[in-house]
């Protein structure tokens, strides 16, 4: 059976690393309104901070203002954040996995955001339409009973 | 972002306090380099004030790792809170940076 939607709360942002601050606020927001587990949060935070840095530094190829929309539901057993860019289609998914077991000098730089990003979701699912990028982050989470 | 140094003998202690994301990391990587550049060796970098760390932080600590080994030098970090520490477990990173629980310990190595 598909997980029930319970609620659902949109925003929009400009291309500017200043406004992830202001997502951070909505995740936090959102979780501790419902009562929902607070780990969901930072990690939320996050995986948030990590793909909209990304999207915002790299997936303009104009100075241009552009908005990015953002989705956060709620469902019966996990938060969904669903992110909705016009940037140059990139996905994700497809950023090669960096070597966790190399050393200092030979770990590289680059690579390591969107790894961060799959370590702390459960699911991390991209769609290109009608021009823009979907990326859809999902992470379950169990009430404690009697809640 | 807040970086305090002080000064303990030869090695030089950095003190951080705040965010380290994609807007304030630069202050540190500056910070750090400018430092290593002005022929200090051993940096311990204090994270005891530390309250969030993303991908854009954990490059700045990378690459001043790199640039300390390069001088034959060495950056380690202590007392990390658990949110950071988890995102340097998450990464592979608290194996390998040098990571002291303590300044006390950082300082004896």
Not at chain 1, 62 to 81: P, S
Not at chain 2, 62 to 67: G, H, V
């Amino acid at each position: 059976m598909a997980d029930r939607v319970l609620d659902v709360q949109t925003m929009a942002m400009r291309n500017d690393l200043r406004e992830i601050q202001r997502v951070e606020q909505m995740i936090r927001d959102f979780i501790t309104q419902r009562h929902l587990p607070l780990p969901l949060a930072r990690d939320f935070v996050l995986a948030a901070d990590e793909l909209l840095t990304n999207i915002i530094s790299y997936g303009y190829d104009d100075a241009r203002e552009h908005l990015i929309q953002l989705q956060l539901q709620q469902n019966q057993e996990a938060v969904v954040l669903r992110i909705e860019d016009d940037a140059r289609a990139y996905n994700p998914l497809l950023a090669p996995m960096p070597d966790e077991t190399a050393n200092v000098s030979d770990r590289p730089i680059g690579g390591l955001g969107i790894y961060i990003v799959r370590q702390l979701v459960d699911d991390l699912e991209y769609q290109h339409e009608n021009g823009k990028n979907i990326l859809i982050i999902t992470k379950r989470f169990l009430l404690p009973k009697g809640s | 972002m807040e970086c305090i140094e002080e000064k303990q003998n030869d090695l030089t202690i950095l003190g951080l306090s705040g965010r380290m994301d994609s807007l304030t990391s630069r202050v540190v990587e500056e910070k750090i380099l400018a430092l290593i550049e002005n022929g200090e060796r051993h940096l311990i970098v204090d994270c005891a004030q530390l309250t969030y760390i993303s991908s854009a932080g954990l490059r700045v600590f990378l690459m001043a790792a790199k640039r300390a080994t390069q001088v034959k030098g060495r950056l380690t970090l202590t007392t990390l809170n658990d949110e950071v520490q988890q995102v340097f477990d998450l990464t592979g990173f608290s194996t390998i940076l040098n990571i002291c629980r303590s300044r006390e310990e950082a300082i004896a190595n």
